[in-house]
């Protein structure tokens, strides 16, 4: 029998902050923690990501409504690396989020993209066959591509991870979406999404760098922002 991994949940807070916060933000954090040891010599990455939805649209009419308790599906690979593709199923409870993955080869992740699911089924992998499960009974379908730059920082205390993601844009061709030369739509010039993500314990050092005057936190969705594009 294949066991489920358990979930862990963190916390997690976001904010929408202007260009002239995102440069101070850029500049304090980066005097105080270190840079994601995957970033490039810029110290910032490119994330691009495929969503998936149901026909009746149910991720996306769930984070408008609110619905505390939810889930999303999601392709994923970074900068133009096609080696390192994955699987990730994003969960969201109240303010807790968690996240399960698996990685697959560009060859699934293209059999993925065409239809034919088959594999997934054989896998073995439990969020791969939970994958194939909705796919079949709730017509579960890729989307939306959501890319951005990221630029990320971490602190050990907390597991702490802050993340400055810029440059929001979107892509309408899902099939394309392994095409790591396709064009992009700009989706939210001018906003720049500040994400903190930690365990138990939200340390001060971290609380004292990322506060900026008159901002409070609240709920945003890049999904639902590239969806407007649809």
Not at 177 to 203: C, M, Q, S, W
């Amino acid at each position: 029998m294949i066991k489920k991994t358990q979930s862990i949940f963190r916390h997690e807070l976001k904010h929408v902050i202007t260009p002239a916060e995102d440069r101070l933000l850029s500049e304090r954090l980066g005097r105080l923690f270190p840079r994601d040891s995957h970033a490039g010599k810029r110290g910032v990455y490119n994330v691009n990501s495929l969503y998936f939805d149901t026909p009746n649209d149910k991720a996306l009419v769930e984070k408008i409504a609110g619905v505390s308790s939810r889930e999303k599906f999601r392709l994923r690979y970074y900068g133009e690396d096609l080696t390192f593709l994955r699987l990730e199923k994003k969960i969201k409870k109240g303010g807790l989020c968690s996240k399960r993955s698996a990685n697959l080869t560009y060859e699934q992740a293209a059999s993925l993209l065409a239809g034919e699911i088959a594999f997934l089924l054989e896998s073995e992998d439990p969020l791969l066959i939970e994958l194939y499960s909705k796919m079949k009974g709730e017509l579960l379908r890729p989307k939306t591509i959501v890319r951005y730059e990221r630029e990320a920082f971490t602190y050990m205390p907390g597991n702490v991870r802050i993340t400055l993601d810029r440059k929001l844009h979107t892509g309408l061709y899902n099939l394309d979406f392994l095409n790591t030369k396709r064009r992009y739509i700009a989706a939210a010039p001018g906003h720049t999404v500040l994400e903190v993500k930690y365990d138990a314990f939200l340390p001060d050092i971290v609380k004292m760098s990322v506060q900026m005057p008159d901002r409070k936190t609240g709920a945003y969705s890049k999904y639902a922002v590239c969806r407007k594009y649809d």
